[in-house]
């Protein structure tokens, strides 16, 4: 307990000896399944994608359109949504991408024509970047320190379980006998699950953000709700953030700040072209290996399932040792395992090479999320965290067609597979250049 009445203290230093409680287990399983609706939303379309063209007697490019519709749509969302939760807060903005993405997803269920649903899908990726740019900084701000890295790392692991639901879903609709009625009842479930904003509304606001707007009260009392009572902060002690002008694009290109802003927008573009290239391609490619379709849901299932202990170990391996070291041990664990895979001779090797890519690349991405979230000061958090999930949402929306061109061209497996691996080990290299976040407070 700090007790420097009259005194002017970091916000970031109430949290160095915080405890966690069960009021961080009620917030981190709130947003975990956010990200779980996330993750089910992105994947799904690619799953119903064969139903929805047979309906609507859709080319090629058309499907791989609507495919990269809703991640077209969560560029400029990234952008707006940056700004949008450094003005209003973190929960507000969550809340409200929610519901925007539910309505959208709604609409598409009812869909006409390709070009109905297609616009409906790129206005829900708009709504729903309001949940891609908050939940990492916003959970990282509710943290105590000693438990940020592993926390968010755990927060992480919700993406290979929305994948299995997506996975699941459509296996129901298309597997067994059409359970559910068509692509449009796969849609609708996934629509619904954007009613869980009325669970993000009972959730506190960032105590950083309410700091930077002014807000003492109401910031003090979160710090001591978080903390089940035990951290209070005198009512004459003023709480402080890193000075930055308010929620800019410019400043993040300003100062020491450009270079924050240049080596993550790299390391997101390529961290997640490597994985997006492989996996929106994977049945395809699979299919040259003698896969048939639904074998290939079986192995994406089973990928999804092995995803779930790198996330694990990561996120405690972080907490002892740091970003830098375990994200670059990860990184180089999943770049060799993707040429290992692109060399696979046969069924076996291809599936043990394809576990440990994805054991090493999301355990990189659980690592990654928390890391990427604490580099900016408070004030443009959410802005510079935006611009680099931007950056992300580029890569999955260029991925495809590139690695689809080069499919095209005849390229092999071995040469398509090992063409995205070059993409992780750019990423290896460049995050040696960022500061190391571990144990600090956040500014």
């Known amino acids: ?54 309906e609507f007697n859709l080319s090629t490019v058309q499907v791989g359109s609507l495919i990269g519709s809703i991640y077209l749509g969560m560029i400029p969302g990234a952008y707006i949504f940056g700004i949008i939760a450094d003005k209003i807060g973190r929960k507000k903005t969550m809340v409200y991408s929610l519901i925007g993405f539910s309505i959208f997803s709604l609409i598409s269920v009812f869909s006409i024509n390709f070009s109905m649903l297609y616009t409906s899908r790129l206005l829900a990726g708009v709504a729903i970047s309001g949940v891609l740019v908050c939940i990492f900084p916003y959970f990282g701000e509710l943290l105590p320190v000693k438990q940020r890295g592993k926390a968010s790392g755990y927060l992480s692991s919700g993406w290979p379980f929305g994948v299995l639901i997506a996975v699941g879903i459509t296996a129901l609709s298309t597997e067994i006998g059409g359970l559910l009625a068509s692509w449009r009842s796969v849609l609708f479930i996934s629509s619904m699950a954007g009613l869980w904003a009325l669970v993000l509304m009972k959730l506190p606001e960032s105590p950083y953000w309410l700091v930077s707007k002014g807000r003492q009260k109401e910031a003090k009392q979160i710090i001591n709700y978080l903390s089940d009572g035990k951290v209070k ?201 960022l500061p190391e976040t571990e144990g600090k407070i956040l500014d």
């Not at 740091?322 to 993707?338: D, E, N």
């Open 1 to 54: 307990m700090i007790n420097n009445s009259g005194e002017k203290v970091q916000v970031g230093s109430y949290f160095n000896d915080m405890p966690f409680t069960k009021r961080h287990a009620f917030i981190g399983l709130a947003i975990f399944f956010a990200f779980i609706v996330e993750a089910w939303e992105l994947m799904v379309i690619i799953f119903v994608s064969g139903s929805i063209a047979s």
């Open 233 to 433: 902060v005198d009512e004459n002690v003023q709480l402080e953030i890193l000075k930055v002008k308010q929620g800019s694009y410019l400043e993040i290109f300003k100062g020491k700040i450009l270079k924050l802003t240049t080596l993550q927008t790299i390391i997101n573009f390529t961290l997640a072209f490597g994985y997006w290239g492989l996996y929106t391609w994977i049945p395809t490619l699979l299919m040259e290996k003698g896969l048939s379709m639904s074998e290939s849901l079986g192995f994406i299932a089973l990928t999804s399932i092995m995803q779930i202990p790198g996330y694990v170990l990561a996120s405690h391996l972080t907490a002892k040792f740091g970003r830098k070291k375990i994200l670059f041990l990860f990184v180089t664990g999943a770049a060799i395992s993707g040429f290992l895979f692109a060399f696979s001779s046969n069924m076996v090797e291809l599936y043990l090479f394809n576990f440990l890519l994805s054991f090493f690349n999301q355990g990189a991405w659980a690592v990654w999320n928390t890391w990427f979230g604490e580099i900016y000061p408070t004030n443009i958090r959410g802005t510079g965290y935006s611009f680099g999930a931007a950056s992300q949402r580029w890569a999955n929306t260029f991925a495809p067609s590139i690695i689809g061109l080069v499919i095209g061209l005849g390229w092999t497996f071995v040469a398509t597979v090992s063409f995205i691996e070059v993409f992780v080990v750019v990423t290896m290299i460049t995050l040696l250049f």
